[in-house]
């Protein structure tokens, strides 16, 4: 099955192209790794989209924002699905120049999702602090907290927008001629600026709100009040999963993608770690998403509580019945060797 996989996951010399010398192990985990996330995404994303049009809880910007968002990685996610399972099963359909189309498909979505994700993050952190400052009190540990995840999802965000696409496009066709790391085009400077723009205009609005919070509140935030309903206590734990997956998902490739642009590593290394490690990991990320972002439906978190925590506690009940178990056994164990041991001191 691995060699399978890596003739198909890698071109030969037949088509002009130089082979991409991956280890077979390699290969067969990251690729089936990949397809599962992608697959993953693919069906969460239905299931996300469908749960909105049920409820019919798109009255809202930032619902719409969410439904927009399934849908467009939904896009991402089937694309990559479709691609894959072709080039597993053999199709001579994928050629290098359609599957370098595909990522760029791909890449767009993909870079759509991010930017909406940072606009919903920010949405959702302002609605949460103007929310939050009708009843005069702010928990400034966590507007800090947020504060500083934030600022690295930022990091992550544009590193991983500008440079990636332009890394795989060259590196989808494993054509040496193509694969240009230079920031010498004249494209990349323009994206990056515009990119770095709007990502400052969002947190510029996002920060000045919260400046004029802790102005107007310092009263509340010496005295450090927490006073939160149910409903904005969920959507600040949504945000904050949403934040950490996107840390999680893009920091390595913001760590790695600079570093290889320098070019200390060499295209081994590249291709190991960031072309499928990296690349099934971001896939993991997104499939994840539409999870988090099912935490705002009533509806998704009636089905969770009824089918995961009825297994959870179960598995702890089990947990704390054997401890118990271990522990009478344990005990047993030392009454019978007490009287031993008195009668070998005696």
Not at 84 to 102: A, N, Q, Y
Not at 126 to 141: G, L
Not at 261 to 272: D, K
Request: glycine share 4%; hydrophobic share 45%.
């Amino acid at each position: 099955m691995m060699s399978y996989l890596e003739k198909n996951l890698s071109y030969n010399t037949t088509n002009n192209l130089s082979s991409c010398d991956l280890p077979t192990e390699l290969v067969g985990v990251s690729a089936t790794m990949l397809i599962l996330a992608t697959v993953l995404g693919t069906l969460s994303n239905i299931f996300i989209i469908g749960v909105f049009i049920w409820e019919r809880s798109l009255r809202t910007p930032v619902h719409s924002l969410m439904f927009t968002l399934a849908i467009v990685d939904f896009i991402h996610c089937a694309v990559h699905t479709t691609s894959l399972l072709l080039r597993i099963l053999g199709s001579s359909w994928i050629t290098p120049d359609v599957h370098t189309s595909i990522c760029k498909v791909a890449f767009t979505c993909s870079t759509f999702t991010n930017m909406e994700n940072v606009l919903l993050i920010g949405a959702l952190s302002i609605a949460r602090y103007t929310q939050v400052s009708k009843h005069h009190q702010i928990h400034f540990k966590s507007v800090l907290l947020y504060i500083a995840f934030t600022v690295i999802l930022e990091i992550c965000f544009v590193t991983y927008t500008v440079f990636y696409p332009v890394l795989m496009t060259g590196v989808c066709t494993c054509s040496e001629q193509d694969r240009d790391y230079s920031l010498h085009n004249n494209w990349v400077p323009i994206i990056f600026l515009c990119m770095f723009t709007v990502c400052g205009i969002i947190m510029l609005v996002y920060y000045l709100k919260l400046l004029q919070l802790i102005k107007l509140h310092r009263s509340a935030i010496a005295s450090l009040i927490i006073h939160t309903n149910k409903l904005d206590r969920s959507v600040f734990r949504s945000m904050r999963l949403l934040t950490i997956n996107f840390i999680i998902t893009y920091l390595p490739l913001a760590i790695l993608i600079p570093i290889l642009i320098s070019g200390p590593l060499s295209q081994t290394v590249y291709e190991n770690w960031v072309l499928y490690g990296g690349f099934a990991l971001n896939s993991l990320g997104h499939a994840v998403d539409p999870l988090i972002y099912g935490l705002y439906s009533s509806h998704f978190r009636k089905a969770f509580k009824k089918c995961c925590l009825p297994l959870w506690r179960k598995c702890t009940i089990l947990g704390k019945h054997n401890q118990v178990s271990t522990i009478n056994m344990a005990s047993s164990v030392a009454d019978i060797s007490f009287p031993l041991g008195n009668q070998v001191q005696s």
